[in-house]
């Protein structure tokens, strides 16, 4: 088991009061907060080593080079990806989805090609797709929020060229069986794209072991800041697709006549990157693994049960998801009363939570709802803010 107490004094944040109350963060999967030692990297980086990175002489230059450049070898360990070149910083999630889909498409698809997804996906893994012209295939989901693998078969065929899916579903919670979807996608010749951004803070991921093709996640889903974001990508397909942006960095030679492309993985790395960003985010998960990965996926499975526990024993309460594997999210409505109006009257009580779709709008119409109530845990969460969380929900029942 994690400290708590100690853990909840890294980050300062949590001793805010929201309308006089303490605050109780339950929001984790939209952003997780940020630990003092991160904030410290900021603020490091800004004030003794800001220069641009890479062809710089100066020495300023060459320390930001060197420190961006280990920040790659911390995510490239971080994930046990084979190389560095296979480590590619973006901006996050989705424009990690939003690069690939261009460039794999410019590659290897024309449109009307398929692309196999879930219902439960983001639609930062829907839309970017769709703007390519792909045509999206789905597997459907079984009555207790996992995916009904019988029916992934079924969906490739000739024009496949594409699985892309979450490694855990943003709304349910539910933990999905990447490591299968990749070997059944793999017998037949296609590649696979896990959105790893609600998995990483709570699970060791080891790309090689998952022999997932691409991988991307971002940075402020594990306690790192906004704007900074990875893509991981097999070296054979980032060779063999083009650059997504042009400019500076990602070139070898420039004329008016013709440009070559510079090596992985600065090919996908247009213009100055967020070089700051970067050493914060290795910083997040140095944080993590000092913590242990062990006491994190111990403390939070002990505090998703101990919610759903106490969330089943509310009247009136109805839970969406009940995989046999789940993350730390729970969503719920309560009979009667709209997830907005829930969402509005827990915030006056210092409990933030998230309403709405959470950019699922397909699952929403698979689940019958057009939104819930999201309670989403991280690593300093605590029974008795869970407790506090039960007492609201009894509160709004009361007032409803």
């Known amino acids: 088991m994690t400290d708590n107490k100690i853990i909840r ?3 300062p944040i949590l001793q805010e009061k929201i309308y006089g109350k303490p605050l109780i963060y339950l929001d984790n999967a939209a952003t997780t907060q940020k630990p003092r030692c991160v904030v410290e990297k900021l603020c490091e980086g800004y004030y003794h080593s800001n220069a641009n990175i890479h062809r710089g002489v100066h020495y300023l230059s060459q320390q930001a080079t060197e420190a961006h450049e280990e920040a790659r070898r911390v995510v490239q ?17 989705t424009e990690a989805i939003n690069m690939l889909a261009s460039s794999y498409g410019r590659a290897f698809m024309k449109p009307g090609d398929e692309i196999i997804v879930s219902t439960m996906e983001h639609h930062s893994n829907i839309v970017p797709w769709q703007l390519q012209g792909f045509v999206l295939k789905v597997i459907p989901l079984t009555g207790n929020g996992e995916l009904d693998m019988d029916a992934l078969p079924g969906l490739f065929s000739g024009r496949t060229r594409m699985v892309a899916v979450t490694h855990v579903s943003n709304v349910l919670g539910t933990v999905n069986p990447v490591a299968e979807i990749v070997r059944i996608a793999h017998r037949r010749g296609v590649p696979v794209l896990v959105d ?37 990508g097999k070296e054979k397909w980032l060779d063999a697709i083009p650059p997504y942006q042009g400019g500076g960095e990602m070139i070898e030679r420039v004329s008016f006549e ?9 090919k996908f790395e247009a213009g100055t990157p967020d070089f700051i960003g970067s050493t914060a985010l ?3 998960l140095q944080y993590l693994e000092t913590v242990g990965w062990n006491e994190i996926a111990s403390s939070e499975e002990q505090l998703l049960a101990y919610a759903t526990e106490r969330l089943e024993a509310v009247d009136g309460v109805r839970l969406f998801g009940r995989a046999k594997q789940k993350s730390g999210v729970i ?6 009363v709209h997830h907005y ?20 709008e397909p699952l929403m119409k698979a689940l019958g709802v057009d939104g819930t109530v999201r309670a989403s845990f ?17 509160k709004v029942r009361g007032m409803f």
Do not use: W
């Not at 360990?77 to 999630?93: H, V």
């Open 9 to 11: 004094s890294d980050f």
């Open 77 to 93: 360990r971080f994930l046990n990806a084979g190389s560095q070149a296979e480590i590619i910083f973006t901006r996050g999630t």
């Open 196 to 232: 790893g951004a609600q998995a990483v803070a709570h699970r060791r991921v080891d790309v090689q072991d998952l022999d997932a093709d691409f991988y991307a996640f971002s940075g402020h889903k594990i306690y790192a800041p906004t704007g900074i974001g990875v893509l991981y």
């Open 258 to 266: 013709k440009t070559t492309y510079n090596v992985l993985p600065y």
């Open 282 to 284: 290795a910083t997040a």
């Open 331 to 336: 969503s719920f409505l309560l009979d009667r």
């Open 341 to 360: 109006d829930t969402g509005m009257i827990l915030d006056r009580l210092g409990i933030a939570v998230r309403t709405g779709h959470h950019c699922a």
């Open 378 to 394: 991280a690593l300093y969460n605590t029974a008795d803010e869970v407790d506090a969380l039960v007492a609201g929900i009894e």
